[in-house]
């Protein structure tokens, strides 16, 4: 069988393995290849989503991929939905008991053979074309150890716009450490693409921290001092009321625990300030009696808390979050 293969890659063919991944060859073809990338779901308690966001997957053209899927004990159907699934489809899939978030990326993680990974969730959709985008980009790049790209946020029911999410368009080309640091500019989790290989040199998953992604960034650009974000739409991302970030004090608390990593670091009482204040923001438009409550925490004298302070006092319908 002949591949059709971009000129960009051409040159490299007898050099790299990968190349073949981006034949556009049949999908059966097409997953027989080595793969370039591996893309990693971990499944919980998603039976209302996890079908569309496994198909989204599946449909990929343009680089070969594995989609390896842990079900990390779900008591709803998603076990039987992602049975059927992998007979059809032909990924990989492991039922086993609950273990948690982070011991379910270490694991798939483990599982990985691709020269690039991605995470996806099990609420998601992936976009067309999102895993030839940052591939063809990480090739065409080697000096990056990853790349991020743009969000669509849709509803519980899957309707959403046309639109990226403006506050991850302002991060094109590159995010630098500082910007991300002190929350000038952000980078989405579900977007990401990395190298394999540099991934688990710098350690891999931290366990030490409830969500994995928030760490990792901040540890990658203290290292690289930038990372880029593509313009690439990567992910419609469901927002459905029970998604981890609508967890505040997990979240925020989190990051001020993260950040004491680099409390050496010239900027780094600024920066604790600045991130109470985007808590304490967060908490005037989901729950002011938590955010009045929280005050003597979170309150400052500094212009980033002032500027959020009578967010406390506006009647929710008139506040963007």
């Given at each position: 069988?002949?591949y059709?293969i971009?000129?960009?890659?051409?040159?490299?063919?007898?050099?790299?393995?990968?190349?073949?991944a981006?034949?556009?060859?049949?999908?059966?073809?097409?997953?027989?290849?080595?793969p370039?990338?591996?893309?990693?779901?971990?499944?919980?308690?998603?039976?209302?989503?996890?079908?569309?966001?496994?198909?989204?997957?599946?449909?990929?053209?343009?680089?070969?991929?594995?989609?390896?899927?842990?079900?990390?004990?779900?008591?709803?159907?998603?076990?039987?939905?992602?049975?059927?699934?992998?007979?059809?489809?032909?990924?990989?899939?492991?039922?086993?008991?609950?273990?948690?978030?982070?011991?379910?990326?270490?694991?798939?993680?483990?599982?990985?053979?691709?020269?690039?990974?991605?995470?996806?969730?099990?609420?998601?959709?992936?976009?067309?074309?999102?895993?030839?985008?940052?591939?063809?980009?990480?090739?065409?790049?080697?000096?990056?150890?990853?790349?991020?790209?743009?969000?669509?946020?849709?509803?519980?029911?899957?309707?959403?716009?046309?639109?990226?999410?403006?506050?991850?368009?302002?991060?094109?080309?590159?995010?630098?450490?500082?910007?991300?640091?002190?929350?000038?500019?952000?980078i989405?989790?579900?977007?990401?693409?990395?190298?394999?290989?540099?991934?688990?040199?710098?350690?891999?998953?931290?366990?030490?921290?409830?969500?994995?992604d928030?760490?990792?960034?901040?540890?990658?650009?203290?290292?690289?001092?930038?990372?880029?974000?593509?313009?690439?739409?990567?992910c419609?991302?469901?927002?459905?009321?029970?998604?981890?970030?609508?967890?505040?004090?997990?979240?925020?608390?989190?990051?001020?625990k993260?950040?004491?990593?680099?409390?050496?670091?010239?900027?780094?009482?600024?920066?604790v300030?600045?991130?109470?204040?985007?808590?304490?923001?967060?908490?005037?438009?989901?729950d002011?009696?938590?955010?009045?409550?929280?005050?003597?925490?979170?309150?400052?004298?500094?212009?980033?808390?002032?500027?959020?302070?009578?967010?406390?006092?506006?009647?929710?319908?008139?506040?963007?979050?």
């Amino acid at each position: 069988m002949e591949y059709s293969i971009t000129n960009m890659f051409a040159q490299k063919m007898t050099e790299n393995v990968y190349v073949k991944a981006f034949a556009q060859g049949e999908e059966t073809e097409q997953r027989e290849l080595p793969p370039v990338v591996s893309v990693l779901m971990a499944s919980y308690n998603h039976e209302k989503f996890v079908e569309a966001a496994v198909r989204s997957v599946m449909a990929q053209r343009g680089v070969a991929f594995e989609l390896i899927v842990i079900d990390d004990g779900s008591k709803d159907s998603s076990p039987k939905i992602l049975e059927k699934l992998q007979a059809e489809l032909g990924f990989t899939y492991v039922h086993r008991e609950n273990k948690g978030l982070m011991p379910t990326m270490h694991e798939l993680l483990s599982m990985a053979r691709g020269k690039y990974f991605c995470t996806f969730a099990s609420d998601d959709i992936m976009p067309k074309g999102r895993l030839e985008a940052q591939a063809t980009y990480l090739e065409s790049h080697p000096e990056d150890p990853m790349c991020f790209g743009q969000i669509i946020v849709m509803d519980a029911e899957g309707r959403h716009g046309d639109t990226p999410d403006p506050r991850y368009t302002r991060s094109i080309p590159r995010v630098t450490f500082e910007q991300f640091f002190l929350g000038q500019r952000e980078i989405h989790g579900c977007t990401e693409m990395i190298r394999l290989n540099v991934f688990r040199e710098m350690g891999g998953y931290d366990s030490e921290y409830p969500f994995e992604d928030f760490p990792q960034w901040l540890k990658f650009l203290h290292k690289y001092g930038s990372l880029p974000v593509l313009p690439a739409l990567c992910c419609y991302y469901r927002v459905h009321g029970n998604n981890m970030s609508s967890n505040r004090a997990l979240m925020y608390g989190t990051f001020l625990k993260v950040l004491e990593r680099y409390k050496d670091h010239p900027l780094y009482p600024k920066v604790v300030k600045i991130w109470k204040s985007h808590w304490f923001s967060a908490l005037c438009y989901s729950d002011k009696k938590e955010a009045l409550r929280k005050l003597p925490e979170l309150g400052s004298f500094s212009l980033p808390f002032l500027k959020r302070l009578p967010k406390l006092f506006i009647p929710r319908f008139l506040l963007k979050q």
